[in-house]
């Protein structure tokens, strides 16, 4: 016993030291965390600290009838360092198992056919204590988070307890029923098989749940001295007296002990802490060996390199880019993004063969590779990759009309339904997007966000060349609807004494209608004015045909009729001093001659 509490308090200090190491050197953790490198080349090399509780179920195989061994609490620790997918572990298991006596107490007679009623009856519980050592296997998902093992392990149990004693005190004799001396071993061999699955719910800490078997080989029971036996039972009668069971004092006793077998199975819940440790690759010791002047002998061999990422047509650089680096496995080692000289550059690369990948608004770069003998040591190795797509890209931004203010988060949306063509993105909080623009055709280009109502940009791919540019850089508005707040249309234009609607005119309308349909429970007012010339009545009425005019040509567009009303206001609105009697120009008048739209307040 004293050698197993000297086993148990090594480890249990082992233990508490490498959580103090743990959380005093978090940094290399993180080291190892931020760097896919150093994951990918060392995640495989880790040493796993597991705490766990459960429930065994044991068998007792000694031959004595009568008694039924209980369940009971089982709890452990293990220890495992993995080299890859092949380790070494130790455990430490504590169980707790409960004999109980189920010799017949009722309707019981002795062989003087005597009824039996008062007994004596005791029973100890049994503690196992096993140590062992072995070998481990184990299966980790790329991502690190699920891991499933299969320890083995052999090793010496300490098994002590479980006397079990049934005892008639009725008649002078005071006959022992059923007996088992228990066990007292310090040094039973066994053998252990377990199945753990933990799932790391943060990068070095785990949740894990599994089962084992647990066989101890050849057990000494205890004799005991004053009966002389190790088991004892009275066999029963249940023919002599109808009703009752009669033992007839014909002993059936163990003197020796039988030295049998114990075997349980359990299950399991608990904690695993996992630490990760860098290994330097073999291939320093071979540089070391072939040339000892090298300068990186003596560390491991790391690489630099530098990825730019341009467009093949235009030789322009690319900010932006998401690069992908894999390793010769087919494994990520290495992602980045470029910066505005479309560069980005990776510290730490390993030896190996390398792909290097790329994507650009969801578009991918020709890959570019690698040859471990294109890396050098002390030197960075430049590489390029291709944007060779023949589309352009619409770089832009949103503006709030007539400021400087950036829209963010206006669904901006590229169009062509004779193509059956659209694509949409969002703004950043700078207002700005990026869309990819077909080779060819003519599209719309427009924003969506309540209460704003946005221009419409007409693109035509055309008026570009592919070999000169791949970005097309726009600038669009949207003006902030507030209810009542009049919003001007423009080239909404009559001819004189007119209110048909002019091709020129629809464009601007369109606008009206796309802001309806993006924003379906507002109601819209089209007012119509004029200048001061002509008679009051003359302009009022003609103020509102034109604003009928509007209403009808937007209704024919598919908004409902009751959404939207026209009003014509003639001349009693005017912008500036041009009243009747008031001499201006003709750029003065023009400003008063105009067609709004404006939310009608609820």
Same mark, same amino acid.
């Given at each position: 016993?004293?050698?197993?509490?000297?086993?148990?308090?090594?480890?249990l200090?082992v233990?508490?030291?490498i959580?103090?190491?743990?959380?005093?050197?978090?940094?290399l953790?993180?080291?190892?965390k931020?760097?896919?490198?150093?994951?990918?080349?060392?995640?495989?090399?880790?040493?796993?600290i &597991?705490?766990?509780?459960?429930?065994?179920i /044991?068998?007792y195989?000694?031959n004595?009838?009568?008694?039924k061994?209980?369940g009971?609490?089982?709890a452990?620790?293990?220890?495992?360092?993995?080299?890859?997918? $092949?380790?070494v572990?130790v455990?430490?298991d504590?169980?707790?198992?409960y004999?109980?006596?189920?010799?017949p107490?009722?309707?019981?007679?002795?062989?003087?056919?005597?009824?039996?009623?008062?007994?004596?009856?005791?029973?100890?519980?049994?503690?196992r204590?096993?140590?062992g050592?072995g070998?481990?296997?184990k299966?980790?998902?790329?991502?690190r988070?699920?891991?499933?093992?299969?320890?083995t392990r052999?090793?010496?149990?300490y098994?002590?307890?479980?006397?079990t004693?049934l005892?008639?005190?009725?008649? /002078?004799?005071?006959?022992?029923?059923?007996?088992?001396?228990?066990?007292n071993?310090k040094?039973?061999?066994?053998?252990?098989?377990?199945?753990?699955l933990t799932?790391?719910?943060i990068?070095n800490?785990?949740?894990?749940?599994?089962a084992y078997?647990?066989?101890?080989?050849?057990?000494?029971e205890?004799?005991?001295?004053?009966?002389?036996a190790?088991?004892?039972y009275?066999p029963?009668?249940?023919?002599?007296?109808?009703?009752f069971s009669?033992y007839k004092?014909?002993?059936? &006793?163990?003197k020796?002990?039988?030295n049998c077998? $114990?075997?349980s199975v359990?299950v399991?819940?608990?904690?695993?802490y996992?630490?990760?440790?860098?290994?330097?690759?073999k291939?320093c010791?071979?540089?070391?060996a072939?040339?000892?002047?090298?300068?990186c002998c003596?560390?491991?061999?790391?690489?630099?390199?530098?990825?730019?990422?341009?467009?093949?047509?235009?030789?322009e650089?690319l900010?932006?880019?998401?690069?992908?680096?894999?390793?010769?496995?087919g494994?990520?080692?290495?992602?980045g993004?470029?910066?505005?000289?479309?560069?980005?550059?990776?510290e730490k $690369?390993?030896?190996d063969?390398y792909?290097?990948?790329?994507?650009?608004?969801?578009i991918?770069?020709?890959?570019?590779?690698?040859?471990?003998?294109e890396l050098?040591?002390?030197?960075?190795l430049q590489?390029e990759?291709?944007?060779?797509?023949?589309?352009f890209i619409?770089k832009?931004?949103?503006?709030?009309?007539?400021?400087?203010?950036p829209i963010s988060?206006?669904?901006?949306?590229?169009?062509n339904?004779?193509?059956?063509?659209?694509?949409?993105?969002?703004?950043?909080?700078?207002?700005?997007?990026?869309?990819?623009?077909?080779?060819?055709?003519?599209f719309s280009?427009?924003?969506?966000?309540?209460?704003?109502?946005?221009?419409?940009e007409?693109?035509?791919?055309?008026n570009?060349n592919?070999?000169?540019?791949?970005?097309?850089?726009?600038?669009?508005?949207?003006?902030?609807?507030?209810?009542?707040?009049?919003?001007?249309?423009?080239?909404?234009?009559f001819?004189?004494?007119?209110?048909?609607?002019?091709e020129i005119a629809?464009?601007?309308l369109?606008?009206?209608?796309?802001f309806?349909?993006?924003n379906p429970t507002?109601?819209?007012e089209v007012?119509?004015?004029t200048?001061?010339?002509a008679?009051?009545e003359y302009?009022?009425?003609?103020?509102?045909?034109?604003?009928?005019?509007?209403?009808a040509?937007i209704? &024919?567009q598919?908004?409902s009729?009751?959404?939207i009303?026209?009003?014509?206001?003639?001349?009693?609105?005017?912008?500036n001093e041009?009243a009747d009697?008031?001499?201006?120009?003709?750029a003065q008048?023009a400003?008063?001659?105009?067609?709004?739209?404006k939310?009608?307040?609820?």
């Open positions: 016993m004293k050698t197993i509490k000297i086993c148990i308090t090594l480890l200090l233990f508490s030291n959580l103090i190491q743990a959380n005093s050197g978090k940094s953790y993180k080291k190892i931020n760097d896919s490198t150093i994951t990918n080349s060392y995640g495989n090399h880790n040493l796993f &597991s705490a766990r509780a459960g429930y065994d /044991p068998s195989y000694n004595t009838p009568y008694i061994y209980k009971g609490v089982s452990g620790i293990s220890i495992d360092y993995y080299w890859k997918w $092949i380790g572990g455990d430490v504590f169980i707790k198992n004999p109980k006596n189920t010799y107490t009722t309707n019981l007679q002795n062989a003087a056919l005597l009824p039996i009623t008062n007994f004596n009856s005791s029973a100890k519980s049994i503690t204590v096993f140590y050592i070998p481990d296997f299966y980790q998902t790329k991502n988070k699920f891991v499933a093992e299969l320890n052999v090793g010496l149990s098994i002590k307890g479980g006397r004693l005892q008639e005190t009725t008649t /002078p004799s005071n006959d022992v029923l059923n007996f088992h001396g228990g066990y071993s040094t039973a061999l066994s053998l252990k098989g377990q199945i753990r799932y790391f719910i990068p800490l785990g949740i894990n749940v599994g078997y647990l066989r101890h080989f050849n057990v000494p205890q004799v005991d001295a004053t009966l002389g190790s088991s004892i009275q029963l009668d249940n023919t002599t007296t109808p009703g009669t004092g014909s002993q059936l &006793s163990r020796a002990p039988c077998d $114990i075997a359990g399991f819940a608990g904690l695993t996992r630490l990760d440790f860098a290994k330097k690759p291939e010791k071979e540089k070391v072939k040339n000892k002047k090298d300068p003596g560390t491991c061999p790391i690489y630099g390199l530098t990825v730019t990422a341009r467009d093949k047509y235009t030789n650089v900010d932006n880019t998401d690069i992908a680096v894999k390793n010769s496995k494994e990520i080692v290495r992602t993004k470029t910066n505005s000289f479309g560069v980005v550059v990776f $690369i390993l030896k063969d792909t290097i990948s790329g994507l650009l608004n969801e991918a770069l020709e890959q570019s590779n690698i040859k471990k003998d050098i040591c002390d030197k960075v590489k990759i291709l944007y060779t797509d023949r589309n619409i832009g931004r949103v503006f709030e009309c007539n400021t400087t203010k988060n206006i669904n901006v949306v590229l169009e339904t004779d193509q059956a063509f659209k694509k949409s993105t969002m703004t950043n909080n700078a207002g700005e997007f990026i869309l990819q623009l077909p080779a060819a055709g003519t280009l427009y924003g969506k966000k309540d209460n704003y109502f946005s221009q419409i007409t693109v035509t791919a055309s570009y592919r070999d000169k540019n791949l970005f097309v850089k726009l600038e669009m508005c949207a003006e902030y609807i507030d209810c009542g707040k009049a919003i001007g249309l423009k080239n909404i234009l001819d004189l004494d007119k209110y048909v609607i002019k629809k464009p601007e369109n606008k009206l209608v796309r309806m349909k993006d507002v109601t819209v007012s119509s004015h200048d001061s010339r008679s009051t302009n009022q009425t003609l103020s509102q045909n034109r604003a009928d005019a509007s209403v040509y209704v &024919s598919g908004i009729k009751d959404r009303t026209g009003k014509g206001y003639g001349e009693s609105k005017l912008l041009c009697g008031v001499t201006c120009s003709e008048h400003i008063n001659r105009r067609t709004e739209m939310v009608i307040c609820k």
